[in-house]
């Protein structure tokens, strides 16, 4: 049996490059790729505390199903600006898209 | 056993997240999206929690990574440039090829050993469709339509905001 802190330090491994890649990364296409790696990290938390905590009860894997339809939403919606930016700037580099900078 | 296939899977999963926060072609960064998201599956398995397993394979693996090869090739052009120019690309495809072949021989092994026989008894326990379905449609019913009307309100927008400027 894996005991539950490895779970808990691959997700947390998971959720750091993540974010990394959310933070450091130009290209827009690429920032929400960083946001589903971290979505993903605290998915497997929820499961696997699930999973070590109380394994009869099934509420950490539907907080984990609910995080994933809020992920395939945020998705959709966001690859979805980001067309309408390269539509209108033709561009998806963040730094390109400062319209709102005043 | 299975701290042997912990350490390979962790191993897989933290490449792929790797590969996709410093590959710069974006088509190679959704692919390692997509084994890395294949690997958390397996995890899924791994923790008893079956049906997020595969519900995590289809919406992630089959709907996510796909809408966003969709986008990167659609804007493509600058983005990707060296990702459909197939030039000197045969390590690459010799190195796949083995490592699908590895794949192939380990699942075959495993099947053939009856170490990956599914364990019966076990189907009713906590992460079954069953267990998971009962719970979903009585404690959590009113979060569970908020999310279909999430949804809805996700896709209307993803459509008007993707749709082609009308002239006026």
Known sequence: MVPL???LVLAAALFSLGLYGALSRRNAIAVLMGVE???NAVNINLVAFNRFIVPAAVNGQIFALFVLAVAAAEAAVGLA??????RTRNTVNLEDADLMKG | MQLVLFFVLALLAVAGAVGVVLSKNAVYSALALLLNFAVLAVFYIMLNAQFLGVVQVIVYAGA???LFLFVIMLIGGQLAPDALTAG???????????AGLVALAGLAYGLVSGALAPQTGQVQGSGSVQAIGR???????LPFELASVLLLVAMIGAVVLARKPTKS
């Open chain 1, 81 to 86: 600006l980001i067309i309408a930016i390269y």
């Open chain 2, 64 to 66: 996510i990574v796909v």
């Open chain 1, 5 to 7: 802190s490895w779970y």
């Open chain 2, 135 to 141: 719970v979903l449609f009585t404690d959590y019913l």
């Open chain 1, 37 to 39: 790696l971290i979505l």
């Open chain 2, 88 to 98: 000197s690309r045969r390590p690459a495809r010799v190195v796949a090829l083995i």
